[in-house]
């Protein structure tokens, strides 16, 4: 039989170090800095973090108690120094520091890396939003750039297949983590517009904010932004953002989110034809309806029930026209006959000689007054007409000498010379 006194359990041991760690009056109150990663803050109130610095990390938990005395929002990435003991976590067998206060102590290098891409390239314009592609409704190829293993390609590929079994999924295996991450996800980006795709889903699933840098690059961003395929961002869990979200069309907040969004739920568009398929049949039924009651109406009107009132109201409208040109006609010839019967009886037609006995006389009435007027009766009589430059001459005061003058008498012509 074996002795196995020497032995002890796990438990016992780690019991025994949790002592040794306790009780080290060094450890009770340590103060610590660092950079706060990979932050959780738990419903009940506490909050779960790593402190790290260049070298090495702890696993850190604050207490409701306690997290309620601090006047900031601890986020990864920020500098804070930690008050609190150093104890061990029987289960894992893991030390840790137990916080019970906490100050801010700046913003850690990754956190101001972030901030500072972020804020170049929001001044160029990556995260406009008019400049989003549309992710199509209902698509036919789906890309999906992750590493090969791991729950979030599990997760896309089982929510697509259940929502939209119709889909294919084309994957584009990647690093996800590390230096050559964002070259490789950048390598694979630009493989994918090979592929016809629909929409990209580009992501992977949670970790610290080291885990998830390779999307934080100017690379990545960059490859996102140029991409012709419309991109859906499913980078860590609800609360993590990376630049990535910003610059993709569309943010998911897990890979699961990113596949409900990529795709339709089936019975959704089930619900959705049927219900087009509900309103088409009420239109066309309206429009039958509709269109029936308009030829019921013209079925009715009293021009398809008595037909031939169609020419008869006409044809009363042509007799009274005939008898309106009759009287018409009539009335005209009766005016021209009086018109002919008055020229008929006129004095002209009577008596023409003595119309031209009367024109005759006023025709030697006027001559005689002409001849009365004439000039030529004034020569006739002696006297003569002097003209000067062919104009009459009515006063002497007009000459001048030397002038030559024409002397008109009744048989002749005379030139002379003023004096």
Same mark, same amino acid.
């Given at each position: 039989?074996?002795?196995?006194?020497?032995?002890?359990?796990?438990?016992?041991?780690?019991?025994?170090?949790?002592?040794?760690?306790?009780?080290?009056?060094?450890?009770?109150?340590?103060?610590?800095?660092?950079?706060?990663?990979?932050?959780?803050?738990?419903?009940?109130?506490?909050?779960?973090?790593?402190?790290?610095?260049?070298?090495?990390?702890?696993?850190?938990?604050?207490?409701?108690?306690?997290?309620?005395?601090?006047?900031?929002?601890?986020?990864?990435?920020?500098?804070?120094?930690?008050?609190?003991?150093?104890?061990?976590?029987?289960?894992?067998?893991?030390?840790?520091?137990?916080?019970?206060?906490?100050?801010?102590?700046?913003?850690?290098?990754?956190?101001?890396?972030?901030?500072?891409?972020?804020?170049?390239?929001?001044?160029?314009?990556?995260?406009?939003?008019?400049?989003?592609?549309?992710?199509?409704?209902?698509?036919?190829?789906?890309?999906?750039?992750?590493?090969?293993?791991?729950?979030?390609?599990?997760?896309?590929?089982?929510?697509?297949?259940?929502?939209?079994?119709?889909?294919?999924?084309?994957?584009?295996?990647?690093?996800?983590?590390?230096?050559?991450?964002?070259?490789?996800?950048?390598?694979? @980006?630009? %493989? +994918?517009?090979?592929? &016809?795709?629909?929409?990209?889903?580009?992501?992977?699933?949670?970790? *610290? =904010?080291?885990?998830?840098?390779?999307?934080?690059?100017?690379?990545?961003?960059?490859?996102?932004?140029?991409?012709?395929?419309?991109?859906?961002?499913?980078?860590?869990?609800?609360?993590?953002?990376?630049?990535?979200?910003?610059?993709?069309?569309?943010?998911?907040?897990?890979?699961?989110?990113?596949?409900?969004?990529?795709?339709?739920?089936?019975?959704?568009?089930?619900?959705?034809?049927?219900?087009?398929? @509900?309103? %088409? +049949?009420?239109?066309? &039924?309206?429009?039958?309806?509709?269109?029936?009651?308009?030829?019921? *109406? =013209?079925?009715?009107?009293?021009?398809?029930?008595?037909?031939?009132?169609?020419?008869?109201?006409?044809?009363?409208?042509?007799?009274?026209?005939?008898?309106?040109?009759?009287?018409?006609?009539?009335?005209?010839?009766?005016?021209?006959?009086?018109?002919?019967?008055?020229?008929?009886?006129?004095?002209?037609?009577?008596?023409?000689?003595?119309?031209?006995?009367?024109?005759?006389?006023?025709?030697?009435?006027?001559?005689?007054?002409?001849?009365?007027?004439?000039?030529?009766?004034?020569?006739?009589?002696?006297?003569?007409?002097?003209?000067?430059?062919?104009?009459?001459?009515?006063?002497?005061?007009?000459?001048?000498?030397?002038?030559?003058?024409?002397?008109?008498?009744?048989?002749?012509?005379?030139?002379?010379?003023?004096?």
């Amino acid at each position: 039989m074996l002795m196995n006194d020497k032995y002890i359990t796990v438990s016992q041991l780690t019991r025994y170090i949790k002592y040794k760690i306790d009780n080290d009056i060094n450890l009770n109150e340590v103060f610590l800095k660092g950079e706060i990663s990979n932050f959780k803050a738990h419903s009940r109130g506490h909050f779960y973090f790593t402190l790290k610095d260049e070298g090495s990390r702890i696993n850190a938990v604050m207490f409701a108690t306690s997290t309620k005395k601090i006047k900031f929002i601890p986020t990864d990435g920020m500098k804070v120094l930690v008050t609190g003991k150093i104890s061990v976590f029987e289960a894992n067998g893991g030390y840790q520091i137990y916080v019970n206060d906490m100050l801010e102590d700046g913003i850690g290098n990754l956190y101001i890396a972030f901030e500072q891409l972020k804020k170049k390239l929001e001044l160029e314009g990556l995260f406009d939003q008019a400049k989003k592609k549309k992710i199509p409704r209902i698509p036919k190829r789906v890309g999906v750039v992750t590493a090969p293993t791991g729950a979030a390609i599990k997760d896309i590929i089982s929510t697509i297949k259940r929502r939209w079994p119709l889909t294919e999924i084309l994957l584009f295996p990647s690093l996800v983590q590390g230096e050559m991450a964002a070259s490789d996800i950048v390598k694979q @980006i630009k %493989l +994918s517009e090979n592929y &016809n795709l629909d929409t990209l889903i580009v992501g992977r699933g949670g970790g *610290s =904010i080291e885990d998830l840098w390779p999307f934080n690059e100017e690379i990545v961003a960059r490859a996102i932004y140029e991409c012709n395929t419309p991109v859906i961002s499913a980078v860590g869990h609800e609360i993590d953002f990376t630049i990535a979200d910003f610059v993709a069309d569309l943010r998911a907040p897990t890979p699961t989110g990113a596949a409900e969004m990529a795709v339709p739920q089936y019975s959704d568009v089930v619900n959705y034809l049927e219900q087009l398929n @509900i309103r %088409l +049949s009420s239109v066309i &039924n309206n429009k039958i309806k509709n269109y029936q009651q308009r030829l019921d *109406s =013209i079925k009715n009107r009293n021009i398809f029930k008595n037909p031939t009132t169609i020419y008869q109201s006409k044809d009363m409208i042509f007799d009274a026209l005939v008898e309106r040109l009759k009287y018409s006609t009539i009335n005209l010839v009766n005016i021209k006959e009086k018109q002919l019967l008055s020229v008929k009886n006129s004095y002209i037609l009577k008596n023409p000689y003595q119309l031209l006995d009367r024109k005759a006389n006023k025709y030697l009435q006027v001559v005689s007054k002409l001849e009365t007027l004439s000039p030529l009766l004034t020569l006739k009589r002696g006297y003569t007409i002097i003209k000067k430059d062919g104009k009459v001459v009515d006063s002497a005061k007009k000459l001048m000498k030397n002038d030559i003058l024409e002397v008109e008498f009744n048989d002749g012509i005379v030139k002379t010379e003023v004096v």
